[in-house]
């Protein structure tokens, strides 16, 4: 299976900053990455497919990059509501893999 | 819009299954694949299986053969999971979600449902 790596676990930043979440696979997944939001009441959220590709609905705020093992999120500008859990997803081969996740809290 | 509403919560005891559902609105359900997940409260997300609504066709997650079974309810727009033999590792939140068409990966999620195994 290919595990996926998330950094850091926890995130502490304040509005109007821009942070970035790390995702590396065990090997290569292409560009073969999603990214999630999870928030307490609400159901999940896709946030990034292929690496880079914004989700009909998601912000332009939010970004997506990398290829082969490593991948980055990057959220320019925090909006409160962009304070919450974020999942990697690698959808290259099954079964399907989720990173460790990423609490990005309010400093 | 999309919804999946899932089934409540369930206390079951060791040894017992439970089987959760998972129903949906709001868009073709007979020709989508459904996907889930199972979830213990602070940790990562591990994925079961996945179900084509068309034909009824599964694939998954070796590690959970023989202990998930997917099926679909296409006139009621719903998709099912039994878990069976429960023991106390299976104490997890489960969530059902819709595969965005073409790729693997999840555009539309349930709530999830807590499942406890207790005797």
């Known amino acids: 299976d290919v595990q996926m790596t998330q950094s850091p676990s926890y995130l502490a930043a304040s509005p109007g900053e821009s942070v970035s979440i790390s995702c590396k696979a065990s090997?290569?997944?292409?560009?073969?990455l999603a990214w999630y939001q999870e928030k307490p009441g609400k159901t999940n959220k896709l946030l990034i497919y292929?690496?880079?590709t914004l989700q009909s609905g998601t912000p332009s705020r939010f970004s997506g990059s990398g290829s082969g093992t490593d991948f980055t999120l990057t959220i320019r500008s925090l909006e409160p509501e962009d304070f919450a859990v974020y999942y990697c997803?690698?959808?290259?081969?099954?079964?399907?893999?989720f990173g460790s996740g990423t609490k990005l809290e309010i400093k | 819009q999309v919804k999946l509403q899932q089934s409540g919560a369930e206390l079951v005891k060791p040894g017992a299954s439970v089987k959760l559902s998972c129903k949906t609105s709001?868009?073709?359900?007979?020709?989508?694949?459904m996907s889930w997940f199972k979830q213990i409260p602070g940790q990562s997300i591990e994925w079961i299986g996945m179900?084509?609504?068309?034909?009824?066709?599964?694939g998954y997650n070796q590690k959970f053969k023989g202990k998930a079974t997917l099926t679909v309810d296409t006139s009621s727009s719903t998709a099912y999971m039994d878990l069976s033999s429960l023991t106390t590792e299976d104490s997890a939140v489960y969530f059902c979600?819709?595969?965005?068409?073409?790729?693997?990966?999840?555009?539309?999620w349930g709530q999830g449902a807590s499942v406890t195994v207790s005797s």
């Open positions: 979600a819709r595969l965005l068409r073409g790729l693997v990966v999840m555009d539309a």
């Open positions: 709001g868009y073709t359900f007979s020709t989508s694949y």
């Open positions: 179900i084509y609504a068309g034909d009824g066709g599964t």
């Open positions: 090997k290569s997944i292409n560009t073969y």
């Open positions: 292929s690496g880079s």
């Open positions: 997803q690698q959808h290259n081969e099954y079964p399907l893999t």
